[in-house]
């Protein structure tokens, strides 16, 4: 429902954590979402490569939005992710992510990490989530 993406869109826009680190949301629907960041110089380990905490923030901001994008306040149970690749530092990581499973208590999502270069995607990351639906409204005016 349109209504209930312009709710959680409006909450990300004051996400200060995800604005810190450069996420844009580039598409949400009822069930998808698609996310982008550009890795910075910041952003390293000290083997000089992206810092896996980078990498799961924006799959985690990718849930955050898809999770909550019902008018219902949810929150995460339990998150799993799994590296493949290192990405470049400088490059653009893409996240995207969709709906496995919703029901009234649990959402079930799967999210996808890509680095772009020049339209070549490499797999970085894939995390599964599962959230618990609390069944309070985000804006208590909008019926769920």
């Known amino acids: 429902m349109e209504k209930h993406r312009e709710i959680i869109k409006n909450l990300f826009e004051n996400d200060e954590y ?5 996420i844009m949301l580039d ?4 069930t998808t979402i698609k996310m982008r ?6 952003m390293l380990n ?9 990498i799961y923030s924006l799959a985690d901001a990718a849930f955050s939005v898809l999770g909550n994008n019902t008018n219902n306040i949810s929150v995460a149970l339990d998150c799993s992710i799994t590296y493949h690749a290192s ?10 992510g969709e709906d496995l499973s919703i029901n009234r208590q649990t959402g079930s999502y799967i999210f996808t990490v890509y680095m772009d270069k020049e339209g070549d995607r ?6 599964k989530s599962v959230s618990y639906r609390t069944g309070r409204p985000i804006d208590p005016d909008v019926a769920q």
């Not at 490499?122 to 995390?127: D, E, F, G, Q, S």
């Open 87 to 96: 990405p470049d530092a400088g490059s653009l990581l893409v996240v995207e």
């Open 122 to 127: 490499t797999l970085i990351a894939t995390m």
């Open 46 to 54: 000290f083997y000089g490569r992206p810092h896996g905490a980078v």
């Open 37 to 42: 960041m550009r890795l910075r110089t910041g």
């Open 18 to 22: 995800a604005r810190s680190l450069g």
């Open 27 to 30: 598409e949400l629907t009822d």
